[in-house]
Nanobody, 115 residues
């Protein structure tokens, strides 16, 4: 089993930045995939950014240039730096991992972009 714990969410003004962090209970190097997803009220969950074990990085088109996913092997976290936030980015952000063919989710962290 893999436990994922997100942190770093909160309230930010439009144009601001936040950094989300996801701590994993197993070494992130052992994960087949790691990523961030989000779900806004009344909408389906969507991918924000993801790393595959092969080293590929994918972003939702509207996040390119604003969001950056990264891994911190020392802290065993996968982080999401979010810049130039706008109200449409308001959502619960979830950490996702695939380990030995099984998909795991964190409990989510709320990001609210509002003035």
């Amino acid at each position: 089993q893999v436990q994922l714990v997100e942190s770093g969410g909160g309230l930010v003004q439009p144009g601001g930045s936040l950094r989300l962090s996801c701590a994993a209970s197993r070494p992130i190097l052992s994960m087949n995939a790691l990523g961030w997803y989000r779900q806004a009220p009344g909408k389906e969950r969507e991918m924000v950014a993801a790393h595959t074990r092969g080293g590929d990085t994918r972003y939702k088109e509207s996040m390119k240039g604003r969001f950056t996913i990264s891994r911190d092997y020392a802290k065993n976290t996968v982080d999401l730096q979010m810049n130039s936030l706008n109200p449409e980015d308001t959502a619960v952000y979830y950490c996702n991992a695939v380990h030995q063919g099984i998909e795991y989710w964190g409990q989510g962290t709320q990001v609210t972009v509002s003035s």
